[in-house]
């Protein structure tokens, strides 16, 4: 039973390189959301998705992107890597519908550094 | 602006005791309250609600309390045993099932 499942688990970057974190979940979920968390502080909201093929920004979404192209995938993309940008990520998911709301399940995060 | 206050970044507590940890909010429009709890290295995992319809929610040890005139929740936990050491997160629900979460208080519950 394996949820949601991110990779890497780890990842040191260069200034200015770009990567792609990834997220994949198995329990058919439509909703899905990437986090950030610095240390001492809550997570925060990059971006999320209601859906394949829709996609809509959170609190913090500058110099990141995403895509939903499967229900099952949500990749998140760092195109020029920022120390700002160091923090652990994390993929979560939810079922949610006209009559329920389901909380989120999350992943177990990428802890990644820019130096 | 933050939405959602966790005033106390840690407390410890004995093993047997109560745990009580609190939680303030801002926006009276939201309508559904959440704790997470997390242990080091994994992800954040969902331990109770609560809508804004009611003040009261039990699921065996957790109880989850809603004061709305006061914008404040709390959350208790008897007894405490050892394995509730984590840090526990209060989160908010909005739109599109969004959390904004607190910055999370670090229990630790001792022998």
């Known amino acids: 039973n394996a949820g949601v499942t991110q990779t890497p688990k780890f990842r040191i970057l260069k200034i200015g390189q770009s990567m792609t974190l990834q997220c994949t979940q198995d329990m058919n979920h439509n909703y899905m959301y990437w986090y950030r968390q610095d240390p001492g502080m809550g997570l925060k909201l990059i971006y999320y998705?209601?859906?394949?093929?829709?996609?809509d920004k959170g609190e913090v979404p500058n110099g990141y992107n995403v895509s939903r192209s499967t229900t099952e995938d949500f990749p998140l993309r760092l195109e020029l890597a920022a120390p700002s940008q160091t923090s652990v990520y994390f993929c979560a998911s939810s079922y949610s519908s006209y009559w329920s709301n389901q909380p989120q399940h999350f992943g177990d995060g990428t802890r990644l550094s820019i130096l | 602006d933050q939405q959602v206050k966790q005033n106390s970044p840690s407390l410890s507590v004995q093993e047997g005791r109560i745990s009580i940890l609190n939680c303030d909010y801002t926006n009276s429009m939201f309508d559904y309250f959440l704790w997470y709890k997390k242990y080091p290295a994994e992800g954040p995992t969902f331990l109770i609600s609560?809508?804004?319809?009611?003040d009261k929610n039990e699921d065996g040890r957790f109880t989850v309390f809603l004061n709305k005139s006061a914008k404040h929740l709390s959350l208790h936990i008897v007894p405490s045993q050892p394995g509730d050491s984590a840090v526990y997160f209060c989160a908010i629900t909005g739109t599109a099932s969004k959390l904004t979460f607190g910055t999370g208080t670090r229990l630790q519950v001792t022998l």
């Open positions: 609560i809508s804004s319809i009611k």
């Open positions: 998705s209601v859906g394949a093929g829709i996609t």
